[in-house]
């Protein structure tokens, strides 16, 4: 019973870089969150999708960040371009829906030098 | 701004005692209210979550107690274990949009 997915476990870039995460969310979700975790702001929401289309995008995050939801069962968020303050651990998370139990991936861990 | 605060940010308490978690939020509308654990080195799970028609939930040694005129709300862990040391995060949505969490409360509990 496949978990929610996300590769690569870690990343390190170069400021100026575009990285894509990828997130396999658990079969049968319709739901799927990204968030970005740091010791300082905690859990930040990125983007939300319902049945893949996009129902909030995180305010602060528009610019350079875009979350994109190819079918049901394959998200990827793109960072262009990535900057030192972007290093943080990026979570994906699925449920099956309104009030529903998130189920969070591994994260991947993104250092920006 | 925060729209969920918590505190305090950490918090250290004897096995056996009881460990008190606060959460306030802003949001009036808000009618979901789950509280997730986090361990070291691993994700976010749900440990328990109220909705305002209540405003006492428990399950096991973990209790949600909800004051929705105060827009307050605490996480009670009695008979602490040292297993329950972690991050404990309080989250609040509306309307079916996404949990908004707070920064978080570590919880360390010494033998």
């Known amino acids: 019973d496949a978990g929610v997915t996300q590769t690569p476990r870690h990343e390190v870039a170069e400021k100026g870089q575009t990285i894509i995460l990828k997130c396999e969310p658990v079969s049968g979700h319709n739901d799927l969150f990204w968030y970005r975790q740091t010791k300082i702001q905690g859990l930040e929401l990125l983007s939300y999708f319902r049945s893949k289309s996009l129902m909030e995008d995180g305010g602060a995050f528009k610019d350079r960040f875009k979350a994109e939801m190819l079918n049901s069962s394959f998200s990827t968020l793109k960072i262009q371009p990535t900057e030192p303050k972007d290093s943080a651990v990026y979570l994906c998370?699925?449920?099956?829906?309104?009030?529903?139990?998130?189920?969070f991936g591994h994260g991947t861990k993104l250092s920006v030098l | 701004q925060q729209q969920v605060r918590q505190s305090p940010q950490s918090l250290t308490v004897w096995e056996g005692e009881t460990a008190i978690l606060n959460c306030s939020y802003e949001?009036?509308?808000?009618?979901?209210f789950p509280w997730y654990w986090q361990f070291p080195r691993e994700s976010p799970a749900l440990l328990i979550a109220i909705r305002p028609v209540s405003n006492k939930k428990e399950d096991g040694r973990f209790t949600i107690f909800f004051n929705k005129r105060e827009k307050k709300l605490s996480l009670h862990i009695t008979d602490s274990q040292p297993g329950d040391s972690a991050t404990y995060f309080c989250?609040?949505?509306?309307?079916?949009?996404?949990?908004?969490f707070g920064t978080g409360t570590t919880v360390s509990v010494s033998p």
């Open positions: 949001d009036s509308t808000f009618d979901y």
């Open positions: 998370a699925s449920s099956l829906g309104q009030n529903e139990r998130l189920f």
């Open positions: 989250a609040a949505s509306q309307g079916g949009r996404a949990l908004i």
